[in-house]
């Protein structure tokens, strides 16, 4: 399944599981026996949220940025001092 340009497994989980993640109003971490992080689910409704608050940067923005020179840590506590 192609969606959003990336490669994606699809997993059908059982009716109870989607009960209760559709009842989740938080992020849940999926880990194994041993603890290892596997993946985060996500609902909907919190990722659409987050996609609204998303201040819209057009592509010539993001380019400006991109071409702006960068500074080292040292350079940003010059300048600051130097106001």
Known sequence: MREGGTNMTRLVVETEIRRKLLDLNQ???????????????????????????????????????????????DEVIAHLESL
């Not at 996500?42 to 020179?69: D, M, V, Y």
């Open 27 to 73: 992020r849940l971490d999926f880990c194994d026996e041993s603890g290892r992080l596997l993946g985060t689910f996500i609902p909907t409704s919190e990722r659409l949220a987050a996609e609204r608050a998303r201040p819209p940067i057009s592509k010539e923005e993001l380019q400006r940025r991109r071409n702006e020179p960068d500074y080292t840590t």
